[in-house]
Structures are given as structure tokens and as C-alpha cells.
């Protein structure tokens, strides 16, 4: 039984509004004598604590004859609340010197500090003492350590741990969801099934997870299947979730749908609205992406930087310079957003495909901002699509110099020597792309039929279907081939024999997926594919003519927007 004045302590210590308030109850409990017993000097600590007084708790602590296991994690977590990593680490070390093993409550603290701080070295000593400790079984100790690994990206360990662990919750199979979700959205999809499986009800993080791993791989019948979940249970469609469906839907494919779940929203903030206007960019459907602009000043949200590089770049992959230019200058005078590397990226990407290159270099050399690898390659490309072949070179040269071990950065400019004909230059990059050790990105596209993603490389026979797809695809080149197909072999980076370039033009991963896409997709649904790199200039016109020639709309999703093949045209103008 606690006597009365020693209720009236705790009853001070709960109404304490800060500081100094602590600090007289401290001083109260001095008086009475108090401090001796540890219930009471752990409360105390614990009131410090909670408001970040972290000076006067290591005061009380050091002065502390008596310390126990909760003692200790106070101290642990305090200084991991307010940032103080060091004092974190040193406090822990103290507890296993002291010979303190440490608890359920303490362990997690240093685990998610070093999750914060992506200190793995640490994380692993640490997940030593768990073993030494025997606390492995731990639930709370487990899922701090399975969402350090993850956030450190060593997605095994992560995915051990989590197989080992005997029971669950919702957080770490979100904390799984979410670390594949970086780096493997098919399976993150997976586990998400999984988990639903094993009857956990996914709450709105969760939900928002899934949602982004559907935006990554461009899985049109998972959004939907994922938004009709939504909609059956009701999730509050708020900004958060919201926003993610809008991108999920945008990458996938649809921005029809984008739209819908836009419009569905109650309550939009400016990420909502900027995720819309980007959403129409990628489509290309810059004049949607203006009007929604127009409307969101309208119902007075204020623009942002990621609002402006939205509408840029859609402006851009438009051809609506006009329109560019005048957002671009009115971006400090009238919305006071300082343009930064992205927006000036938008701005020689919109110039340049205009042919405007004498401008966008203008541009470029009054940047007040630090320029990046993004804002060469925007020249770069420009160049490339107007044969400006002096200046490529030199922007090369720059984005050599800030990158040297960029491997793209060397095929972009071996490209543009190929398309001169400039074989020896073209040989001499090889050679020092080889010589640097590095190695050409894959190219990849995936296709999805039946809910099922399928994977194609280069030259890939490894589909089962492999003998029937090659025969689609001889045929359909036939077809082309009588409407006016040549193929372009200036894609082709090697300097070899014009017959030798055709088959390795003719089965690109691209080609390969739209010609199983003809044979496995019902007639009169569209083929979406999603290609990791940018579409080559020969693909581009292939797909075209399918979409002409086989009477089929092909949607492809590459490493920078997204091309709508329809009756022999793209939505990207064929400006990408
Ligand atoms: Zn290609
Ligand atoms: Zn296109």
C-alpha cells in the first residue's frame, strides 16, 4: 500500500505539463525520501523521458543506487527517442557490462535505432546478444530484427527470421509486405495472399503496401483485384490510400481509373493532386494534366515542387512548349517555388525534343542549381532525336564525368556514334566499358495473361510456348513487312553484318512479349507489357504497326512513361 503522500507523487507526476513542473516533484520527492524506493524513481525517470528531458533523466539515472531491467530500457529508449545514437549504443553496451540481460522492451529500441540509421554492423552484434540471451523466440525482439533487415535490405536474413518466427502479427508480415514490395513486388503480392491465407484482416498501412507493390510491377488484374478488396471492406478511401491507388492505377496501365479514384476521394491534399496530374504525363495527356492544374488553383491548393516537375513533364512529353515555358517562368513570380535540377531536367527535355537546342543549352549554362545525370541525358536524347551529333558529344562527356560508372551512360552515347555510323568511336566506348568492368543493364519485359507475369530477354526461348511464339512473331514480321516495315537496325549496337542486326532487332524482349501476347490474350483485350529499359526507336515502330496491322491496342509501360499503341500511332507522338 502506497501511503498518501506517495499517491500525491504519482498523482504530480502524471499532471506534470513540463519540465520544470518535473523538476519540482523531483525535488518533493527528494524531501520525502522517495527516490529510494526504485517504483518511484522509475516513474520519475519514465516522466523525464516522455518529455525529452533527456539531461535530467541521465542525472537521475546516474544517481540511481538501484536499477532495474525497466531502469535501463528507459534509458535505451530515451535516447533513441530523441536521436541521440550514441548514447543509445553506449547505454546498451552498459546494461550487458553490467551483466543486465537485456529485455523484450530494451532489445527493440536498439534494433529499430539501428534500423533508422541503417547500421547493420551494429544490428547484427546486436542480433548476437539476442541469441547469447536466448530471447530469438521473442516476438517483439524478432519483428524489430526481421524490419531491420529489411530496411537494410539483406531481405534473406529478414525472410528467415520471419519464416522462424512461431506466431505473426499484422505489423511484421507489413513490415515483409513492405521490404519486398522495394525490391520484388511479385512476391510481395505473394505474401500479401499469403498472409490473408493464414486469416490476418490487412489494416490501411498494409492496404497502402500492397497497393505500392502493384504500382511497381504494373499488374493491371492485381490493381483491380486489390481495389476491389478495398472497396469490399470498406477502407476510407483518405489521402494516403488514395494517392497510392491513383499511381497504382497510373502504372498499371489505366488512367481512367486514376481518375475515378481521384474523383472518389473526399478530402485531397497537393500530393493527391500532383499524383493526378503526373498520372496524365505518363499517358501524355498534357492538356488533362493542365486542366486539372487550372482546377486545383481553383479550389485554392497550393502548388509544390513535385506539382510543378508533374506538369513540366507532362507539358513535355506533350509537345505543349508553349504551355511549358509559361508554367516554368510563373513558377517563382506567381507560386514563389524556387525551380530546382528536376524542373530545369523538364524544361531541356521539352526544348530539346522541340529542337530548341540552342535554348535549352542557354538554359542550362544560367542554371544557378547544381545539374545532375538526368539533365544530361535530357540533352543527350534531345540531340540524338535532332542528329546534333557535336553537341551530344559534349553533353556525354559531362555525364561521363559525373558518372564514370554508369554502364548506361555508355551505350546512350555508343548509340548515338552508331547512328552516325562512327564504328571506331562506338568500338572505343566498348572497350572502355569493358575495361571499367561494366556490364550493359538486361533488358527485360513481362507480360501478364491469365493473372500469370511472364518474363522475356533478348533472343529468350526458355518460354514453354518458345516454338509457337517464334512462329507468331516470324509471320507478323511478314505482315509488317508488306505494309511498309523496315526494320531499323541503327538500334543495334554492334558492329556486325545487317543480316546478323535483323535477328537481333527481330527478337527483342518487347517483340517477343507482344507475340505471345497475341497468341494468349482473347481477341479485342489489349497487350500491356512493362519493359525496364526505354523502348527502342525499332520497337516503338513494330508496335506501332501491330496496332495497326493485327486491329490490337498495345499498352507498354518503359523505364519513363507509358506508350498507347492504337491504329498505328502512339499517344507519346513518338516524342520518348
Ligand atoms: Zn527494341
Ligand atoms: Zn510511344
Known sequence: MYSVVAESCIDMLYRCRNVVHIK???????????????????????????????????????????????????MVGGFAKIGDYGNCYATFREVLRCGVSPDNYTLPFVIRTCRDRKDLRTGQAIHGAVLKYGLQMDHFVCASLVDMYAKCMLIEDAQRLFDGMPSKDLVTWTVMIGAYADCNAYESLVLFD????????????????????????????????????????????????????????????????AREVFDRMKEKNVISWSAMIAAYGYHGKGKEAIDLFNMMLSCSIFPNRVTFVSLLYACSHSGLIEEGLRFFNSMWEEHAVRPDVKHYTCMVDLLGRAGRLDEAVKLIEAMAVEKDERLWSALIGACRIHGNMELAEEAANSLLELQPQNPGHYV?????????????????????????????????????????????????????????????????IKKLEVAGYVPDTDF???????????????????????????????????????????????????????????RRSIIVRDANRFHHFNEGTCSCGDYW
Request: some cysteine.
Open 492 to 550: 543495334v549496337l554492334h558492329d556486325v553484318e545487317e543480316e546478323v542486326k535483323q535477328e537481333m532487332l527481330y527478337t527483342h524482349s518487347e517483340k517477343l512479349a507482344i507475340a505471345f501476347g497475341l497468341i494468349a490474350i482473347p481477341e479485342g483485350d489489349p497487350i500491356r507489357i512493362s519493359k525496364n529499359l526505354r523502348v527502342c526507336g525499332d520497337c516503338h515502330t513494330f508496335s506501332k504497326m501491330v496496332s495497326a496491322v493485327m
Open 194 to 257: 499469403r498472409m490473408r491465407e493464414e486469416g490476418l484482416v490487412p489494416d490501411k498501412v498494409a492496404m497502402v503496401t500492397v497497393v505500392n507493390a502493384c504500382a511497381k510491377l504494373g499488374a493491371m488484374h492485381r490493381a483491380r483485384s486489390v481495389n476491389e478488396y478495398i472497396v469490399r471492406n470498406s477502407f476510407p478511401l483518405d489521402v494516403f490510400l488514395g494517392t497510392a491507388m491513383i499511381d497504382m492505377y497510373a502504372k498499371c496501365g489505366s488512367v481512367e481509373c
Open 24 to 74: 519540482q516533484v523531483h525535488a518533493h520527492m527528494i524531501a520525502n525520501g522517495k527516490l529510494q524506493d526504485l517504483v518511484f524513481a522509475n516513474k520519475l525517470l519514465y516522466t523525464y523521458v516522455q518529455h525529452k528531458a533527456m539531461d535530467d533523466a541521465y542525472y537521475l539515472f546516474d544517481g540511481m543506487t538501484m536499477r532495474d531491467p525497466t531502469t535501463w530500457s528507459l
Open 412 to 476: 546512350l552515347l555508343s548509340n548515338i556514334y552508331a547512328k552516325a555510323g562512327k564504328w571506331e568511336k562506338v568500338a572505343k566506348f566498348r572497350d572502355m566499358m569493358t575495361r571499367r568492368k561494366l556490364k550493359k543493364v538486361p533488358g527485360w519485359t513481362w507480360i501478364e495473361v491469365d493473372n500469370e507475369t511472364y518474363q522475356f530477354s533478348v533472343g529468350d526461348r526458355s518460354h514453354p510456348r518458345s516454338k509457337e511464339i517464334y512462329e507468331m512473331l516470324m509471320s507478323l
